[in-house]
């Protein structure tokens, strides 16, 4: 949570995205834009789980898995 930084009432998003990697999960669908489909977050996710070799799921919502957002 701290490389993150994503705040202490957070903590079930961190294990969202901890269980998303661990388990090498190709996608990680959620509405949650705040603290998981969150650009920021996303680059430090895929920046620690470089250094640690290890995979970034695809993070996003249901209307871009679904190829319904509006280009």
Known sequence: MKELALP?????DAAHLAFA?????????????AHIANAE??????AINAALGLQTPIICNP???MGLEEI
């Open 41 to 46: 977050i996303r680059r430090r996710l895929m």
């Open 63 to 65: 209307e871009e898995l």
């Open 21 to 33: 990697c661990g388990y090498e999960l190709d996608y990680l669908v959620t509405w949650n834009c």
């Open 8 to 12: 202490g009432k957070a903590l079930r």
